[in-house]
């Protein structure tokens, strides 16, 4: 079964450039989230989806990042403007968030974000 | 508010030595999940083992263990005769709540185990 499946693996760029990641969740899963890891920070939840509706934002940095999730087998996290304290690996996740309850989140592969 | 604590940093052993990874956990809800992941150098973050929090019993899985302890809020995972294969930073993780919130997990900082040959 396919996983979790994110786009670029590496993306590098300049700063001030639009940036646009990509999720493909595992299908039948209904959560979708971003975080973003850093050595400083460590693991950090940006946004989640349940039902293609985003439930909980607070954990975007500030309005530069946007995420959509239009349908449930696609979601994206936007960079604009980017810049370089943005440079961190951007993971997704997915999950079946219903019955049974103890179902854990399965993580793509990443995708790590340099902002020169 | 949830709160997930892994005091140890880094741990270092030798090949075949076995080794217990931290986690102290803080919820007021009765019905939670425990989860631990493992983050090899490669990077990607897989998922290892989970517990339910009306389960009683301990649990052996190959190499790995986990000891449960609500009174004292922890749950520990033990790698047996350890491997270099077993270096990665390993993740605590806990997850509570209803409905569409449920899903969410809420990370510790992790533990950086090495295993020297």
């Known amino acids: 079964d396919a996983g979790v499946i994110q786009s670029p693996r590496h993306e590098v760029t300049e700063m001030g450039q639009e940036v646009t990641l990509r999720c493909k969740p595992i299908?039948?899963?209904?959560?979708l989230f971003w975080y973003r890891q850093t050595m400083m920070r460590g693991l950090e939840l940006l946004i989640y989806?349940?039902?293609?509706?985003?439930?909980?934002d607070s954990g975007m940095p500030e309005d530069r990042f946007s995420a959509k999730m239009p349908n449930a087998s696609f979601s994206t996290l936007k960079i604009q403007p980017s810049e370089p304290r943005d440079s961190a690996v951007y993971f997704c996740?997915?999950?079946?968030?219903?019955?049974?309850?103890?179902?854990?989140?399965?993580f793509g592969d990443g995708t790590r974000l340099s902002i020169l | 508010a949830q709160k997930v604590t892994q005091a140890q940093t880094e741990i270092s052993v030798v090949e075949k030595e076995d080794v217990t990874l931290d986690c102290v956990y803080e919820?007021?809800?009765?019905?939670?999940?425990l989860f631990w992941y493992k983050q090899p150098p490669s990077g990607e973050l897989v998922f290892l083992i989970r517990?339910?929090?009306?389960?009683?019993q301990n649990e052996i899985s190959g190499r790995y263990s986990w000891n449960f302890q609500k009174s004292t809020s922890s749950f520990n995972f033990t790698i047996t005769a350890s491997q270099v294969v077993d270096s990665a930073v390993y993740f605590c993780?806990?997850?509570?709540?209803?409905?569409?919130?449920?899903?969410?997990?809420?990370f510790g900082r992790g533990t950086q185990l090495t295993v020297w040959p």
């Open positions: 996740a997915s999950t079946f968030a219903g019955l049974p309850s103890n179902q854990p989140q399965h």
């Open positions: 299908s039948g899963h209904n959560s």
């Open positions: 989806f349940n039902n293609n509706v985003p439930i909980d």
């Open positions: 919820t007021r809800d009765t019905t939670y999940y």
């Open positions: 517990r339910n929090s009306f389960d009683e």
């Open positions: 993780a806990l997850k509570v709540g209803r409905g569409s919130t449920l899903g969410r997990l809420y």
